[in-house]
């Protein structure tokens, strides 16, 4: 039985306030909620912080990337050994804004896949295609040569216990998102493009949809059958709309 994950992906934004009191928040208005896993990724240098105000909660600390390195002469990088060492369990690797701004390959990616599995924290594996992709009826194409390099370099066990979240390049923070009929059948592309390797891993693995989701929106996304939570942006930032998020999440569960 797969268990829905909602993870917030703060990206640059955080202080040791925000820290506080949007995590204090998340706690009393998340603290009855079951069937669903929750995260949350601040940027690196409030991981402590974060860490604990979150102890004793069921919410597990993230990380937004992590380095293809465990130690050595890399100044300003982030081993996996090191977030272990914090308290992190999920790691966000392959987003968008990473690919775009810093150029990162599948190849390197998929370097920083296994590092993750190597050191036993999870992978969430962002994935998605341009609006250009999108227009050309390349969407499956794009998501499945992502996933490929992973699959090639690691193959298909390393699927087990990680998360692959679908985040269309063009809905990210624009407010614009695809129609959760049209994600579901990404999702579904995408489980079954692993099943053909493995049934089992395919089953089990958690697929987020990412792209503008909010509090408005996020139910119907969920009620979708292969759509396993999300990981949210902007609306993370925000402690109702977060909750809420979450919340839709354990409901679709239950339902």
Known sequence: MRYPLVMANWKLNGSKYMVHNLIAMLRNKLSSVVDC???IAPPVIYLNLAKYHLAGSQISLGAQDVDTHIVGAYTGEVSAEMLKDIGAKYIIIGHSERRTFH??????IAEKFA??????LVPVLCIGESEAENKAGQT???CASQIDV???????KAFNKAVIAYEPIWAIGTGRFAIPSQVQAVHKFIRNHIAKHDNAVAQQVIIQYGGSVNAGNAAEFFMQPD?????VGGASLQADSFALIVKAAAQ???D
Request: charged share 35%; hydrophobic share 40%.
């Open 37 to 39: 896993d929750i995260a």
């Open 103 to 108: 150029q990162e390959s599948d190849e390197y």
């Open 115 to 120: 590092v993750l599995k190597e050191t036993e």
């Open 227 to 231: 759509i396993d939570g999300a990981l």
């Open 252 to 254: 679709a569960k239950q």
């Open 140 to 142: 499956e194409a794009v």
């Open 150 to 156: 992973v699959l090639n370099r690691l193959s298909v």
